[in-house]
Nanobody, 122 residues
């Protein structure tokens, strides 16, 4: 499974960005998909996850009500809509895939894409 994240960039506080993650090499329907981020000098942390059927979504408390995760299995793509961005959202954002395991745990995810940098200026 190969993952590729797109859509990062520089945005002012209060602005929006939409990240995309394209999946290739396998049937995306088999995987729970997650977004994680790694702020400068910090460890990678959970942001959001979505079940295989898109029925269930999960969010970190810090992004709940501001970020929305979604997926289009026909396009083999997962999205992260980020609104009301804050400087503390600045990080490299990664998409990841797993068949099972704890949705918020980095260790549960088997496949990772290269990250995309999001910078939020104050």
């Amino acid at each position: 499974v190969q993952l590729q994240a797109f859509g990062g960039g520089l945005v002012q506080a209060g602005g929006s960005l939409r990240l995309s993650c394209e999946v290739s090499g396998s049937t995306v329907n088999n995987y729970r998909m997650g977004w994680f981020r790694q702020p400068p000098g910090k460890e990678r942390e959970f942001v959001a996850a979505i079940s295989q059927s898109a029925i269930t979504t999960y969010y970190a408390e810090s992004v709940k009500s501001r970020f929305t995760i979604s997926r289009d299995n026909t396009k083999k793509t997962v999205y992260l809509q980020m609104n009301s961005l804050k400087p503390e959202d600045t990080a490299i954002y990664y998409c990841a895939a797993t068949n099972f395991g704890t949705y918020y745990s980095v260790a549960s995810y088997d496949y990772w894409g290269r990250g995309t940098l999001v910078t939020v200026s104050s």
